[in-house]
């Protein structure tokens, strides 16, 4: 554990500035954890809905500082496979105070839009008896904001969810609560991967790093307005509140989802790996949920202390492996053939003019040459 003096006594301006040093500490002492593979889910304990008492990771730490209490702090931890030594799961704290704060503030605007989205917008069910309780269903539904698929691959558009199609006021809630959590990710999220000293791994970051460069760009020529709604991030967002409950793997997303914990602590339960992840509110968590069996449920302290579900928000973010992949849906709409007409027809015109000038530089070389020739000796 790194060692940092801080000034002795216990007044105000050294309590401030231990709680700044927590907060570095949380990043400088990051704790990695090499785990086995313990157990494999099978599809009965799926259906069964099967309840799963784990050991508990926190990644808490004592603090070393020099003539002043010590304090319990937190910090990021990221966990790996101890056979393949491929890191799967990353979690972040706030990287300072300032930022803590900030998100803070933001969230509680953010939980002030999605209760509007609640109130007005409608729920499609998405396979949601895979992700929650039917009890959860019924008291928290599961949205999906974003591009979608349809089941044939046949077309990709903004999902249903996000249009509100015949729901004026669902429409607006919905869109601003989109641009709300595309301005948090810009903020708050994407700092980790931009940091080089945030802790993120390298292979994490060069996949996010591609998404937003490459695969994104590539989605936004397919869906319009694409953009406007959603960060380079993530090609959708699922906000809901309370917890998943239910084991799964969201086979159809790629490499890599993130998950961000609001309002209450949570545990982020992995049965394979026989344990569970702490959640704090405002921590950021970026994991294969593609290949890695998991569920959230409440954290036993609120458990005990009878603790509304609802409190808990979180917002999944993921990218479809469709769209890493490029498959191209067999129907597009009229602005797509309009731009890749366009595209064409100015490619077209662009090799034509390079033409051109090859021959006019053609055409000016022969007649230096014929002047060359037919001049006096």
Known sequence: MTYIPVPGGTSQADQKRIKRLQYSLASINAKTYTLDKQYKVMEKDRQAKCSWTLPIIT???????????????????SLQDSKTRNVF????????????????????????????????????????????????????????????????????????????????????????FCIWFKEFTRKFVLPIIKNGHSGLCDTFRSELQERMDVHFPWAEKQVDDLDRYCHPLYSTISPFLGFSSNVHKDVKDADVSILVNLGQHALLQLPEYGIAVELQPQDIVMFLSNSVEHLTVQ???????????????????????????????????????????????EAERQAASKKRRVEQCGEAGGLASGAVKKSPE
């Open 59 to 77: 990644g808490q730490a004592i603090t070393s500082f020099d003539d002043c209490k010590n304090t319990v702090y937190t910090r990021n931890i």
């Open 299 to 345: 954290h036993p302290a609120h458990v005990k202390a009878r603790s509304d579900p609802g409190e808990c928000m979180a917002i999944s973010c993921f990218f479809r492996k469709g769209l890493q992949q490029q498959r191209e849906p067999k129907k597009h709409n009229h602005t797509y053939y309009a731009r890749k007409a366009e595209e064409e027809q």
């Open 89 to 176: 799961l990353q979690r972040f704290c706030p990287a300072t105070e300032s930022a803590a704060s900030s998100m803070t503030k933001s969230y509680s605007k953010g939980a002030t839009l999605f209760r509007k989205v609640m109130e007005t917008a409608k729920c499609k069910k998405h396979k949601a008896d895979t992700r929650q309780t039917v009890d959860q269903q019924q008291h928290f539904p599961h949205y999906h904001f974003g591009i979608w698929y349809d089941k044939m691959m046949v077309s990709l558009t903004l999902s249903e969810e996000t249009q509100q199609p015949g729901r004026e006021e669902g429409r607006q809630a919905v869109a601003e």
